[in-house]
């Protein structure tokens, strides 16, 4: 007989519903159905260019109203990435709001424009409050979704973003570089601890396509498919190198390219505008987590729509996907079956975003699985639970 349950806090946390949080919006975001933030672990990676020409697609093939606020006090790139005819003067408004400019019909925001040229050193509390600023006094108007171009990294701004802006939810941009990847998990992480979900993955100058053979070529090996999937995050996307996207002045998304490189660009940026719109109405709704796990003694209790099963946790361990466990690139073992304890149990559950969840195992041991990934492993290994105890 199983009574207690170890770990009964995280487990009672995972068993209940739950939302993202949700706070009330600002004035200057209360005519804004949803808010999108983009953003990255490293520098580099192309998230502003995502960012820009993801907006624009939003508007040119789906009709949406879009805004860009470009939060990066440090290093603001909206007025690189459009024509600077549009960084004229910023003025405020009638009501003591800040006037965006436009660009097609995009209202935009971005310290570059209210400050050109300047470069001064700014403190964290300070660099916050100015976004805070931006974000909340901005007349953004009407807007089906609002596009937040987070800066590189995990910090204040971050934090500051996070609370006043009721982001639905965010898309992390990478590249295939491991360096990459790693600082990637931390961002998503990040998200987690603040409840915003990360909807997608997008690895940015995934491959180039050669102009005379017109093969594939995939210049870094990383595995940021295989971080989606650990994180239970169904929406990956998977950019080419082009030099359309090195170009700035305009969006590339504007641009007249006839290219075949380019027509696939514009296909993955189309596919990503419908995804991210999908998920953030599909996350608006209540959470209900498509399966419920809890702790008892050396077993996993596992409930999902398919049933209640009982796995051995040591079962589940051994199937692991972390790279201490699998290499990343061909998922063969990196250890002996007899360097796991027959006694290994699972000492703590925690959610990791809306599909995935941490386990704290007794032999110092710390896994990420996805809900799909678990329910594989209960369709294979698991007992039927609780109809006969």
């Given amino acids: 007989m199983l009574k207690t349950c170890v770990g009964s806090s995280a487990a009672s946390t995972l068993a209940r519903r739950r939302r993202f949080a949700s706070p009330s919006k600002p004035n200057g975001l209360a005519k804004v159905q949803s808010v999108l933030a983009v953003a990255s672990g490293k520098g580099g990676v192309g998230k502003s260019s995502v960012c820009v020409n993801l907006a624009y697609t939003m508007q040119k093939y789906m009709g949406l109203k879009v805004g860009i606020l470009d939060s990066d006090i440090y290093g603001p790139s909206l007025p690189t990435m459009v024509p600077a005819s549009v960084a004229e003067k910023v003025y405020g408004s009638d009501r003591g709001g800040i006037l965006p400019l436009y660009f097609q019909g995009v209202p935009l925001m971005s310290m570059g424009f209210l400050r050109p040229g300047e470069h001064a050193p700014i403190r964290g509390p300070m660099a916050s409050a100015m976004v805070k600023q931006m974000l909340t006094t901005t007349e953004w108007g009407e807007l089906d979704c609002l596009l937040i171009d987070l800066p590189p990294g995990t910090g204040d701004i971050h934090l500051t973003v996070a609370q006043e802006a009721a982001l639905d939810a965010a898309i992390v941009i990478t590249t295939p570089q491991q360096l990459s990847l790693v600082d990637v998990e931390k961002g998503i992480r990040m998200f987690d601890q603040v409840k915003i979900p990360t909807a997608a993955i997008v690895e940015n100058m995934s491959f180039f396509v050669c102009d005379g053979c017109g093969k594939r070529h995939e210049i870094f090996q990383g595995s940021s498919e295989k971080l989606a999937k650990d994180f239970g995050i169904p929406r990956f996307f998977r950019f080419p ?53 809890e702790v008892a003694g050396a077993l996993l209790i596992l409930r999902s729509e398919e049933g209640e099963f009982a796995i051995a946790a040591r079962e589940v361990l051994l199937e692991c996907r972390s790279a201490k466990m699998r290499d990343e690139m061909t998922g063969k073992r990196l250890f002996r079956d007899d360097e796991i304890p027959q006694n290994v149990t699972a000492l703590e559950l925690s959610s990791a975003g809306r599909y995935a969840m941490y386990i704290r195992w007794s032999n110092e041991h710390r896994s990420l699985f996805s809900f799909d990934h678990l329910k594989e492993i209960a369709a294979k290994k698991g007992q039927i639970w609780g109809k006969d105890r």
């Fill in 241 to 293: 190198l082009s030099p359309a996207l090195s170009r700035t002045g305009l969006p590339f998304i504007l641009e007249d390219d006839s290219s075949s490189i380019a027509e696939m660009l514009r296909r993955e940026y189309q596919r990503l505008a419908k995804e991210a719109q999908a998920a953030v109405q599909e996350l608006k709704g209540a959470f209900r987590p498509s399966l419920r796990s």
